[in-house]
Nanobody
Framework: VQLVESGGGLVQPGASLRLSCVGSGRTFSIGAVAWFRQAAGKGREFVAGFSWRVDAVYADPVKGRFTISRDNANNTVYLQMDNLKLEDTAVYFC?????????????????WGPGTLVTVSS
């Protein structure tokens, strides 16, 4: 499985970004897909995830601001990020697992993309 994220960049607080994660084959139609992020000096944390059997779930810090979605025809999962805050600055990763159950722990995901950097700064 190959995953490649894109869409990161430098934005001001309150701005929006849409991250994309393109997967090989039918990557996103089998198991759960999630976005994680890792800020400098911190551990990797769950941001959002869903599967074909589970509605989207979000970490509390991003609820109401981030939206995860998919385009099956193009093997792409998106993370729409609105009203970005300074604390959203991090490298964002997409990850997949073979089970449809959405998990929030890094260890539960087998395949990862290289990440895309999001910097929120005034």
């Amino acid at each position: 499985v190959q995953l490649v994220e894109s869409g990161g960049g430098l934005v001001q607080p309150g701005a929006s970004l849409r991250l994309s994660c393109v997967g090989s084959g039918r990557t996103f139609s089998i198991g759960a897909v999630a976005w994680f992020r890792q800020a400098a000096g911190k551990g990797r944390e769950f941001v959002a995830g869903f599967s074909w059997r589970v509605d989207a779930v979000y970490a509390d810090p991003v609820k109401g601001r981030f939206t995860i979605s998919r385009d099956n025809a193009n093997n792409t999962v998106y993370l729409q990020m609105d009203n970005l805050k300074l604390e959203d600055t991090a490298v964002y990763f997409c990850a997949v697992r073979t089970s449809w159950v959405v998990k929030r722990e890094v260890r539960d995901y087998r395949d990862w993309g290289p990440g895309t950097l999001v910097t929120v700064s005034s």
